[in-house]
């Protein structure tokens, strides 16, 4: 028989909701497993991804993973783990560095024996890339074998990865998948085997409010999965309904039904009543002991809801309407067309431009003229020249794009004083229509595969309970503040080796 703890979504270094408290708490959460997995004597600790919060751990943060590590270590407990969309970096992962100590084993195609189970591992796969995957593992002679994968499966809420089609289609027959990403322990029965979610071992979003813990699975003639909590901080949940009179004075007294003493405290007004100043009522909440204090007046909100006016369109054609209307020449619009919707490398479009404005010239100089059309402020008497002296220049930059000037040193411009194909018409010409980055990676995120991951937590989009999406954006900007001053103790790990 083989006993382990599956566990995962540690997110160690989460500064949630600013605080240093609550980054501290996740480390804790994660010691908390590590304790008990000593005093148990299990097989193996086995992590299903998100370790870290960020891909760019702190030192104190990689100090105090490190030091919890040393702990299994030294109690001769391994430590089996995969990589998460949190923590995934574009080399060399943390988790080797931590195997490069001893200290851990990256899962992956090749089995890891424990006792007599053998244990695979499937990185977290982007959502567009999930296509070429053939699911080809190493064989093995233990007597069962599971899967640790990191990802938001059918049969599950939110899921975008067929946990059927892995165990189907997988070269080794699986007894269970171990997973990590959705923060709302679950399991089902799928293809003979047994698919786990253990959850989060910290509350990563305001709307995980179950106890938080681990999975303890247990590999004989079947599987079986039993489920331990772990004591965390204490979130309390203040609701305040306030009638038409009702004001702060109401919302303090709910307040005090609570025990709000080092609590995270949500409080939530509905209702009517008078206005309420959110900064007064925090401020109530930490005189009172509260550790962090969060007040949402969903009156405000529904409020705002009822003003606005939403419309959809397609930003494509929005830019192809805005070209139309710019009076641009044929040979404009053919640079827009290439610039912008074209399938030219980026590298190759500064070529691509001089050899077709240069083709243009040679064959037709009248292509350079503007036209009318909607917002065309081109005259009557169009310029002439006969193309004796033009000469094309092209310039690029990472912050501008590309941009193009053709200019006319005929002896004789136009009465008019046009240039033909003028250099603004042009140059306008492409810089209105630079194409536009996309945001269709971002899969948690939700790839966020938010929900960056696709998921739905307060700073992050991690999965956590159905309800997560309305608490998604609570503290959006932490990471982004963190990233912005580079303080934080943060590190690449080529500067940490």
């Not at 490069?100 to 977290?124: E, K, M």
């Not at 890339?129 to 699911?135: F, G």
């Not at 995980?208 to 901080?233: A, K, L, Q």
């Not at 053919?334 to 404005?357: F, G, M, Q, T």
Request: hydrophobic share 35%.
């Amino acid at each position: 028989m083989t006993r382990v703890i599956h566990t995962g979504d540690t997110h160690i270094g989460y500064r949630q909701y600013h605080s240093p408290e609550r980054r501290d708490d996740f480390l804790a959460a994660f010691d908390r497993v590590v304790e008990d997995a000593i005093e148990d004597d299990v097989d193996a600790v086995v992590h299903a991804g998100d370790l870290f919060h960020d891909r760019r751990p702190g030192l104190i943060d990689l100090h105090g993973t490190i030091s919890v590590l040393r702990k299994l270590n030294r109690a001769d407990i391994p430590f089996l783990a995969i990589v998460g969309n949190h923590e995934s970096t574009h080399g060399q992962q943390w988790l080797d560095l931590f195997e490069t100590l001893g200290l851990a084993t990256r899962l992956g195609p090749s089995p890891v024996l424990v006792g007599d189970t053998a244990f695979y591992g499937l990185d977290h796969v982007p959502l567009s890339k999930r296509d070429e995957l053939e699911y080809e593992f190493d064989e093995h002679d233990a007597d069962t074998a599971a899967l640790v994968a990191h990802g938001l499966f059918q049969p599950f809420e939110f899921g975008n990865w067929d946990a059927e089609e892995v165990l189907t289609e997988a070269s080794v027959d699986f007894d269970a998948m171990l997973l990590g990403d959705n923060h709302k322990p679950q399991r089902e029965e799928v293809a003979d085997a047994w698919v786990t979610y253990c959850g989060s071992t910290e509350r990563a979003s305001a709307s995980e409010r179950d106890d938080r813990g681990y999975n303890i699975v247990h590999f004989s003639d079947d599987v079986t999965i039993t489920r331990r909590g772990i004591p965390t901080r204490d979130f309390e949940y203040v609701s305040v309904t306030l009638g038409e009179d009702d004001g702060i004075d109401r919302v303090r007294d709910a307040i005090r039904e609570y025990d709000v003493e080092d609590s995270v405290v949500l409080i939530s007004i509905e209702g009517e009543g008078k206005d309420v100043t959110p900064a007064r009522v925090e401020e109530f909440a930490l005189e009172a002991g509260a550790l962090v204090a969060r007040i949402t007046d969903r009156r405000e909100i529904e409020a705002e809801a009822d003003e606005l006016s939403v419309s959809f369109a397609d930003p494509d054609d929005a830019v192809r309407q805005r070209v139309r209307e710019m009076g641009l020449s044929e040979a404009a619009h053919e640079l827009d067309e290439l610039v912008r919707a074209s399938k030219v490398a980026d590298s190759n479009v500064r070529a691509a431009i001089e050899d077709h404005v240069s083709t243009r010239i040679a064959d037709d100089v009248g292509a350079f003229e503007p036209m009318e059309g909607e917002g065309s402020e081109s005259t009557d008497e169009e310029s002439e020249t006969d193309g004796s002296d033009i000469s094309v220049s092209v310039s690029s930059s990472p912050e501008d794009g590309t941009a193009v000037a053709v200019e006319s040193t005929a002896d004789s411009p136009a009465d008019d004083g046009s240039e033909v194909g003028s250099q603004d018409s042009i140059e306008g010409s492409i810089a209105e229509s630079q194409p536009v980055e996309s945001s269709a990676d971002a899969e948690s995120t939700a790839e966020t595969e938010s929900t960056d991951d696709t998921e739905s937590m307060d700073e992050t989009g991690s999965t956590g309970d159905a309800a997560s999406a309305d608490d998604s954006d609570v503290e959006a900007e932490s990471d982004a503040a963190d990233a912005a001053d580079g303080t934080d103790g943060q590190v690449s790990m080529e500067d940490y080796l």
